[in-house]
């Protein structure tokens, strides 16, 4: 083993390791994991988002949250909100939502983790060079935008809340199988947003004395327990997601029926 010395040729010498790196064990799967996960749910929901159909089931007013609000006159019975959107191709129903929405999840403070190592190797594990000679953090564009993370925990509250309505409205036609997806859904998102790093601080980060401030602590003390389970939330909406559009859309589509229980 060769060694080298510290610049100036003061100090005990270093060993001079030639590997990249010296971890031995399966560092690389769990960027891939995300790397395949992530890549396969954006590739569907891009899809989802542009196909234009079989968003809505009118009969017990379903609503798939991809096309949530529905602001296009391709709505039709879904506006709940109006039509202010043109009939444009490629312009998504949910077009005024959709770039918030988005905005939260890139800024997201795991999301950031993930993607960062699964597609810019930046740096791909710990202990694992970085893929990239230099790293200005997130001071320069387009990374700087990362900065707007709790302006967008805002837009996500009114979705989440938008998306209640949708949960709620459909439940005056009754109770059903699709109902229970929807619930589910609206609740894991929930969940997501308010383990958010930003709401944490909003519920408490300013606080200088909990006991003066008993609700407050007490919401804190909520938050701080979701905010532990904030990377698996943030699969999990993934998964709620996919799932309550694919059933939407297989009703719509005529592929199979709804399980109702009251109509």
Same mark, same amino acid.
């Given at each position: 083993?060769?060694?080298? *010395?510290?610049?100036?040729?003061?100090?005990?010498?270093?060993?001079?390791?030639?590997?990249?790196?010296?971890?031995?064990?399966?560092?690389? =799967?769990?960027?891939?994991?995300?790397? !395949?996960?992530?890549?396969?749910? !954006?590739?569907?929901?891009? /899809?989802? &988002?542009?196909?234009?159909?079989?968003?809505? &089931?009118?009969?017990?007013? @379903?609503?798939?949250?991809?096309?949530?609000?529905?602001?296009?006159?391709?709505?039709?019975?879904?506006?709940?909100?109006?039509?202010? =959107?043109?009939?444009?191709? =490629? #312009?998504?129903?949910?077009? =005024?939502?959709?770039?918030?929405?988005?905005?939260?999840?890139?800024?997201?403070?795991?999301?950031?983790?993930?993607?960062?190592?699964? $597609?810019?190797?930046?740096?791909?594990?710990?202990?694992?060079?970085?893929?990239?000679?230099? @790293?200005?953090?997130?001071?320069?564009?387009?990374?700087?935008?990362?900065?707007?993370?709790? @302006?967008?925990?805002?837009?996500? /509250?009114?979705?989440?809340?938008?998306?209640?309505?949708?949960? &709620?409205?459909?439940?005056?036609?009754?109770?059903?199988?699709?109902?229970?997806?929807?619930?589910?859904? !609206?609740?894991?998102?929930?969940?997501?947003?308010?383990?958010?790093?930003?709401?944490?601080?909003?519920?408490?980060?300013?606080?200088?004395? $909990?006991?003066?401030?008993? /609700?407050? @602590?007490?919401?804190?003390?909520? &938050?701080?327990?979701?905010?532990?389970?904030?990377?698996?939330?943030?699969?999990?909406?993934?998964?709620?997601?996919?799932?309550?559009?694919?059933? !939407?859309?297989? #009703?719509?589509?005529?592929?199979? *029926?709804?399980?109702?229980?009251?109509?």
């Amino acid at each position: 083993m060769t060694t080298a *010395t510290k610049p100036g040729g003061g100090g005990r010498p270093r060993a001079a390791i030639a590997a990249k790196t010296l971890r031995t064990d399966r560092w690389w =799967l769990a960027p891939l994991i995300t790397f !395949v996960g992530l890549s396969a749910w !954006v590739t569907y929901a891009t /899809v989802r &988002v542009f196909m234009h159909k079989w968003f809505f &089931v009118e009969e017990f007013h @379903y609503l798939t949250p991809f096309y949530s609000p529905c602001l296009t006159e391709r709505c039709g019975a879904a506006a709940e909100f109006g039509t202010p =959107l043109p009939n444009f191709f =490629l #312009l998504p129903e949910a077009a =005024l939502t959709l770039p918030f929405l988005l905005l939260f999840r890139l800024t997201c403070y795991y999301y950031r983790k993930a993607y960062y190592r699964a $597609f810019w190797l930046s740096p791909p594990a710990c202990a694992v060079p970085d893929g990239h000679e230099r @790293y200005s953090g997130e001071t320069r564009f387009p990374l700087i935008f990362q900065n707007a993370h709790r @302006y967008a925990f805002y837009a996500a /509250v009114i979705i989440s809340l938008i998306n209640t309505w949708d949960a &709620v409205r459909a439940q005056t036609t009754g109770i059903g199988l699709g109902n229970a997806i929807l619930w589910i859904n !609206v609740i894991m998102l929930w969940a997501y947003t308010l383990s958010c790093h930003s709401c944490r601080h909003i519920a408490g980060g300013r606080l200088k004395h $909990f006991s003066k401030h008993p /609700v407050r @602590y007490r919401f804190w003390t909520f &938050v701080s327990k979701l905010n532990t389970r904030h990377m698996q939330l943030a699969w999990i909406t993934l998964g709620t997601l996919a799932l309550t559009d694919f059933y !939407v859309m297989g #009703l719509a589509a005529g592929w199979f *029926t709804d399980l109702r229980i009251l109509n």
